[in-house]
């Protein structure tokens, strides 16, 4: 995992985690961000995570949705990870992150 996704990455543990942490302004830039994906890996991603409203449900059952393997469905959400790290957007949304 590059610098770029581990960055994004600690933003979305901490909506989970600490939600109240995170600014209103940047949850909702979150949630446009999220738009960039196509709306299966959107509902696999935030529900993956738990964040943005959506239950957290557990890999093997994100996967089962999909009719995929486990590994089949990681490299999906890895490969959505990096695709919103390295975008202009989650560059901007960044910025705002203290």
Not at 35 to 42: A, G, K, P, Q, T
Not at 48 to 65: K, N, P, R, T, V
Not at 70 to 80: G, S
């Amino acid at each position: 995992m590059d610098k770029y996704t581990k960055e994004l990455l600690s933003v979305l543990v901490k909506m989970k985690l600490s939600p109240q942490s995170i600014d209103s302004h940047v949850t909702h830039n979150m949630e446009h961000l999220f738009n960039l994906l196509s709306e299966n890996n959107r509902y696999d991603v935030l529900h993956y995570f738990g964040i943005l409203d959506c239950e957290q449900l557990s890999l093997s059952e994100i996967a089962l949705s999909r009719n995929i393997s486990e590994e089949q469905m990681i490299q999906i959400i890895d490969k959505c990870l990096r695709q919103l790290a390295i975008s202009p957007e989650w560059q901007i949304i960044k910025q705002h992150i203290h």
